[in-house]
């Protein structure tokens, strides 16, 4: 899930006047440098890069040419050089407090995040563990800075979802939808993770009242209204697997049946249609079942072996239940 443009920008992209700096020569420099460094970061990040870090090093106490930096090494991947950056932004100017700025606590954990799931062990590597041990103490620090970070406490739950930390996740995750009601991504996790727990009565809670939120979700650019939409699929997704577990077959699938609305603009895999043709089957459709089935071949294969696996069994059963 991507950072919210309200968590990482008004604070960080703010301007590298001169006149901010007074007399004092190497700030002067370090400004003249930065400017340079944020002229050419476009077409030559890692000039940038190098630039800026001159620019920070001639003036250490520059929040601001450090949050440049941390922001340009974010883009690049860079995450744990990102991180040690954005910890110097929060100590460079304890005299206008930089401490203070919660978006600076923010991003380093974020960056911890990226680090863990870059390691090529996964999350629960020994490497990977570390790093999620790492997230945590800056997003707690944003949110003693800021407590309506809502993506502080939705970051800080993954950590905490991803060290066996359950109940503190189920809390984490509550906070961010209480903080930003409109993100559905906050609803899957905490559905999943309820689901997962074997609570279906709260993960179907979970479920329908984030897919109530599709119409208050205003999303910016295609990128946030594709993620939307997968959020809104996976809630319904969720509500299957919370009748599932309810033993409400009806419910589960109307629920299936809902995926069909959701637009897919990435044609990604859609398994709720394997799902619907199963369901159909069991409560004694086979007209229904069968033309769920002929469409779900239609649908793109995932790269998970499970959607392999489904598809391999949809080809298997086509034949098994006379499907034409």
């Known amino acids: ?39 050419i970061q476009g077409e030559t990040p890692k000039d940038a890069i190098e630039q800026y870090k001159q620019a920070s090093q001639l003036d250490p106490t520059n929040h601001e040419i450090l949050s440049h930096l941390a922001l340009l ?15 110097k932004a929060a100590a460079a100017d304890p005299e206008h407090g930089s401490d203070d700025f919660a978006s600076y606590h923010f991003h380093r954990g974020y960056c911890f995040w990226q680090a863990a799931l870059k ?28 407590k309506n970070l809502a993506d502080a406490w939705y970051y800080l739950g993954k950590a905490q979802e991803a060290l066996d930390d359950e109940q503190s996740a189920l809390e984490s995750y509550t906070d961010a939808i209480n903080t930003r009601p ?15 727990l074997g609570y279906g009565g709260e993960g179907l809670a979970v479920a329908t009242e984030g897919q109530k939120q599709k119409d208050n979700v205003k999303p910016k650019s295609d990128a946030e209204r594709d993620e ?16 599932e577990l309810l033993n409400k077959p009806d419910v589960k699938i109307a629920a ?38 002929l469409a779900y071949e239609k ?9 392999a696996a489904n598809h391999t069994d949809a080809t298997g059963k086509k034949a098994q239940w006379g499907c034409k």
Not at 131 to 139: A, F, G, Q, R
Not at 228 to 243: F, G, P, T
Not at 260 to 269: E, L
């Open 182 to 196: 409109d993100q559905l991504p906050y609803y899957v996790d905490l559905a999943n993770l309820y689901l997962n």
């Open 299 to 307: 649908t793109p294969q995932g790269k998970d072996p499970q959607s």
């Open 256 to 293: 299936l049946e809902k995926t069909r609305s959701v637009p897919n603009p990435k044609n990604a895999a859609r398994e709720a249609e394997y799902q619907l043709a199963l369901a159909y089957y069991q409560a004694r459709r086979p007209n229904d079942a069968c033309s769920a089935l």
């Open 119 to 146: 390691e090529p062990g996964g999350l629960m590597s020994e490497t990977g563990k570390g790093y999620l041990e790492k997230v945590k103490e800056p997003m707690q620090k944003a949110l003693q800075k800021d």
């Open 228 to 243: 939307a939409y997968s959020a809104l699929y996976n809630l319904m997704i969720d509500e299957a697997r919370a009748a």
């Open 73 to 87: 090494q974010e883009k690049q991947k860079m995450w744990t050089d990102a991180a040690d950056t954005w910890a």
């Open 1 to 39: 899930m991507r950072v919210r443009g309200a968590v990482s920008s008004s604070l960080l992209l703010v301007g590298l006047a001169i006149a901010s700096v007074g007399c004092n020569k190497n700030a002067v420099d370090a400004q003249k440098l930065a400017k340079q460094a944020q002229s």
